[in-house]
């Protein structure tokens, strides 16, 4: 069936069909629909098939994506969901949210012959989602079950992850998480116009019908300690995820009306799950009719400004400090705002955010920008050209990206060490922390990054945790012996 591939030549590289801006920026649902058998089949030939998959060596997890692409080409979609779901424990999630433009599609062999890449994640997307229409997922059964068992802190990506793969092994599985729902920054963070919650509830419930215990609002430190979790289990992972906002540096940064972007995006999704928000219902964490100005340039930023233009702001403006080429943020989501009518100011850096005598929000003082040298990282440094510009602004969000909490004081454990950024330190060989027995994966251990290297750190970890405990397990047995 190989003739089936290299299709690249005479098949237009297409994704599904978008729902239009005008009826989209008034719901959260998503706005991509799925491909029909026959178009995902007929991407999925595109694929070269080419020697060295770069595909796959862009993607964090090392995703078997030639396979699927031909199984998925040739029909065989269950086949192909098998080798997907072989390396990455939320297929689904990641067709629907990972930047595939900056990793496995961005890097793409036709891609760069000028063809067109293969649309990956689309193809990711339908794959799975059929799998599920079909009953293919089923729930855990473990060959035999362990007596050990691990406590996951997290209930994010890393932790999921995790929590599937020591199940996996017949380990005992418990996650604790602060939240009322699991799935983190994922249910939380991110709207329903990138991942409907139902996706990530789905998810819960088969690691629930699969035997992992889930205990919600359950802070560790505040409700129950770090040793509390340590004593109840054989291993630890910590999984947390950062959730501390980098805060804005400027003077008027304390007016009413600068918020906060997850503080935003919360309100708004838990809006949609039907829980009572009084600062939403108030209007303090709505846009609904005022001119919103997000400060940022990646994802989260992305985010916010495509949530309120859904929530009805009058404008709506992101301000970023160097241009569209150097912007953190996937470039399809740019692209989508751009369509629902956001404003994007390059090249402007925030001064100041002027306000009334009343003290709320009424603009924000930017300074122009232009790119001079590289820094530390090879991206050209943004320098003051001497101009400046004032942009009304109701309401500021500050996204700016995340840092972690203080987890040694959090926890109550001083020995666990973290770095300057206050990110765990692990051994990158096991990923565990300078506690024995307490492993950590995610952000907590990268800083705020993306969920599938959230996947991958928590592949990685239980992995690591499985060896521990059947090296115990076994020197356990000689002992009795």
Not at 62 to 86: H, M
Not at 168 to 180: E, L, M
Not at 341 to 350: G, Q
Not at 352 to 357: F, G, M
């Amino acid at each position: 069936m190989a003739e089936k591939m290299l299709q690249f030549t005479h098949v237009q590289r297409a994704m599904p069909a978008k729902r239009d801006p005008d009826a989209r920026t008034h719901d959260f649902d998503e706005i991509y629909s799925e491909f029909s058998l026959k178009a995902a089949g007929a991407q999925a030939a595109r694929c070269s098939q080419c020697g060295v998959p770069f595909c796959q060596q862009g993607c964090p997890l090392s995703n078997n994506i030639p396979d699927w692409l031909k199984l998925a080409a040739e029909g065989r979609l269950e086949e192909a969901w098998q080798v997907s779901t072989a390396t990455n424990n939320m297929p689904e999630i990641c067709g629907r949210i990972c930047p595939q433009d900056r990793l496995c599609e961005g890097i793409c062999t036709i891609e760069q012959s000028g063809h067109g890449t293969v649309t990956i994640g689309s193809v990711e997307k339908f794959i799975t989602d059929t799998a599920w229409e079909e009953g293919w997922v089923k729930p855990i059964t473990p060959p035999r079950e362990r007596a050990q068992s691990a406590g996951i802190i997290g209930a994010g990506p890393g932790g999921l992850a995790a929590a599937e793969q020591l199940r996996r092994k017949g380990y005992q599985v418990t996650v604790y998480d602060a939240y009322d729902r699991g799935g983190g920054l994922m249910v939380y963070g991110i709207p329903g116009f990138k991942l409907e919650k139902p996706i990530v509830a789905r998810r819960i419930k088969h690691l629930e019908d699969s035997g992992v215990t889930f205990k919600f609002n359950t802070r560790i430190g505040p409700d129950m300690s770090l040793q509390d979790v340590r004593k109840a289990h054989d291993t630890v992972l910590i999984a947390t995820g950062v959730y501390q906002a980098k805060d804005l540096k400027c003077p008027g940064v304390g007016s009413t009306g600068v918020l906060a972007a997850l503080d935003f995006l919360t309100a708004s999704n838990r809006k949609s799950f039907g829980d009572a928000v009084p600062a939403y219902d108030d209007g303090t964490l709505n846009a609904e009719g005022k001119r919103v100005v997000v400060i940022g340039g990646g994802d989260t930023a992305m985010d916010c400004v495509r949530t309120a233009v859904r929530q009805g702001a009058k404008s709506v403006t992101c301000l970023y400090r160097r241009d569209r080429a150097n912007m953190p943020g996937s470039q399809r989501e740019v692209a989508n705002a751009e369509e629902e009518s956001v404003v994007f100011e390059w090249l402007a850096s925030p001064e100041a955010i002027l306000d009334t005598k009343a003290g709320k929000a009424k603009a924000v003082r930017a300074a122009r920008m232009k790119l001079g040298e590289p820094d530390a990282s090879g991206r050209q440094s943004p320098v003051k050209t001497g101009d400046t510009v004032d942009i009304k602004a109701d309401m500021v969000i500050k996204a700016l990206g995340f840092d972690p909490e203080d987890l040694p004081e959090l926890f109550g454990e001083p020995a666990l060490t973290v770095n300057r950024w206050g990110a765990v330190r692990v051994d990158y060989a096991t990923m565990e922390t300078s506690l024995s027995g307490v492993y950590a994966a995610g952000d907590i251990v990268r800083g705020a990054s993306l969920v599938v290297w959230a996947i991958k750190d928590g592949r990685d970890a239980a992995e690591a945790m499985h060896r521990a405990m059947k090296s115990a397990e076994k020197a356990s047995k000689v002992a009795a012996e």
